[in-house]
């Protein structure tokens, strides 16, 4: 059973960073994939930026040129840099591992002046 535990979250101010941290265990070894997901009071959780077991990187428009997601596999855990943060990026976001889709509990990112 894979199970991931973020941390990092927090508030901050427009322009602002944070980073987050997704540490997983149970993980085997072989093909993956780990993303950060983000999920607005009314909206739709929707994928951030994901990044492979080989290092390839994907990103949600709204974020390129912003954040920055990266790993250390010796640790197993996932970074998102998060860079000139906007209210709009104001969100919960989840940690996703796949395959198996398991999920993080959460962690809130508030951008507030």
Do not use: H
């Not at 602002?16 to 941290?21: A, D, N, Q």
């Not at 104001?90 to 796949?98: D, E, G, P, R």
């Amino acid at each position: 059973q894979v199970q991931l535990v973020e941390s990092g979250g927090g508030l901050v101010e427009p322009g602002g960073s944070l980073r987050l941290s997704c540490a997983a265990s149970g993980t085997r070894t072989g093909a993956y994939f780990m993303g950060w997901y983000r999920q607005a009071p009314g909206k739709q959780r929707e994928l951030v930026a994901v990044i492979t077991n080989r290092g390839s990187t994907t990103y949600v428009d709204s974020v390129k040129g912003r954040f920055t997601i990266s790993r250390d596999s010796v640790k197993k855990t996932v970074y998102l840099q998060m860079n000139s943060l906007k209210l709009e990026d104001t969100a919960v976001y989840f940690c996703n591992y796949k395959p198996g889709d398991f999920w993080g509990q959460g962690t809130q990112v508030t951008v507030s002046s």
